[in-house]
């Protein structure tokens, strides 16, 4: 197989996961404006959700709501969304990959008021190339509040996936633009919940492994 494309094939896996999983994540450029013209770049992660035919973006909410991630008061708001897209010929996912700007406008928001994710619905890009796509994961394969609290236990083997870099440090794969993952355990007890002052989100699931100095975690 030629090294600059790949088949996005389900194949039997030591880990029980299909090794397409890295396609259907994606990276993400976000520009915040404030009103006098100084603007913040930064970088993250997402994932696409087909629901009954539907396309959704899931991302981290301080990717895209800067008073998360520089405080109630800042004057930044979202300017500019840019979703990096990959090339597919024959369903095969080459190396060629390009960052197509999403048309914020047209494109609706919905958040949490406690959880730190943003789902992105009716996303329409400014221009893409009808070559120029992405992949899905089905929306009956995520993990259900009863899977979370049934069974998902304290010390079981999970895994993230992600872009991760900081101050032009970069990790993940830089010629194919891949995400890398890696293994945590599951530090706290799902079926009750991680309740911590210092973090406003409610019933968490608390997961501990190797952190990346990285702003581009895996929502």
Same mark, same amino acid.
């Given at each position: 197989?030629?090294?600059?494309?790949?088949?996005? @094939? +389900?194949?039997?896996?030591?880990?029980?996961?299909?090794?397409?999983?890295?396609?259907?994540?994606?990276?993400?450029?976000?520009?915040?404006?404030?009103?006098?013209?100084?603007?913040?770049?930064?970088?993250?992660?997402?994932?696409?959700?087909?629901?009954?035919?539907?396309?959704?973006?899931?991302?981290?909410?301080?990717?895209? +709501?800067?008073?998360?991630?520089?405080?109630?008061?800042?004057?930044?708001? @979202?300017? #500019?969304? #840019?979703?990096?897209?990959?090339?597919?010929? *024959?369903?095969? &996912? @080459?190396?060629?990959?390009?960052? *197509? /700007?999403?048309?914020?406008?047209?494109?609706?928001?919905?958040?949490?008021?406690?959880?730190?994710?943003?789902?992105?619905?009716?996303?329409?890009?400014?221009?893409?190339?009808?070559?120029?796509?992405?992949? *899905?994961? #089905?929306?009956?394969?995520?993990?259900?509040?009863?899977?979370? /609290?049934?069974?998902?236990?304290?010390?079981?083997?999970?895994?993230?996936?992600?872009?991760?870099?900081?101050?032009?440090?970069?990790?993940?794969? /830089?010629?194919?633009?891949?995400?890398?993952?890696?293994?945590?355990?599951?530090?706290?007890?799902?079926?009750?919940?991680?309740?911590?002052?210092?973090?406003?989100?409610?019933?968490?699931? &608390?997961?501990?492994? *190797?952190?990346?100095?990285?702003?581009?975690?895996?929502?």
């Amino acid at each position: 197989m030629p090294d600059e494309r790949l088949d996005d @094939l +389900e194949v039997y896996t030591m880990s029980g996961i299909a090794p397409s999983v890295v396609f259907h994540v994606n990276q993400i450029e976000v520009s915040f404006k404030d009103d006098i013209g100084n603007d913040k770049q930064i970088q993250g992660t997402g994932f696409w959700i087909d629901k009954n035919g539907r396309h959704y973006f899931v991302t981290n909410a301080h990717n895209i +709501e800067p008073r998360m991630k520089l405080g109630p008061d800042t004057k930044f708001r @979202l300017a #500019k969304l #840019k979703i990096r897209l990959r090339v597919q010929m *024959c369903g095969q &996912w @080459l190396q060629q990959t390009t960052l *197509c /700007e999403v048309d914020i406008g047209h494109s609706h928001v919905c958040g949490h008021p406690t959880a730190d994710v943003a789902v992105l619905e009716n996303i329409t890009f400014i221009e893409r190339e009808p070559s120029v796509t992405y992949s *899905c994961f #089905k929306f009956e394969d995520l993990a259900t509040q009863a899977f979370l /609290e049934n069974s998902l236990n304290p010390m079981d083997i999970a895994s993230f996936i992600g872009f991760p870099g900081k101050t032009g440090i970069v990790w993940y794969d /830089e010629l194919w633009n891949l995400p890398i993952a890696r293994t945590v355990n599951v530090a706290s007890y799902p079926k009750i919940g991680f309740t911590n002052s210092s973090i406003p989100t409610q019933m968490l699931c &608390w997961f501990l492994g *190797c952190h990346f100095p990285a702003p581009a975690e895996a929502p």
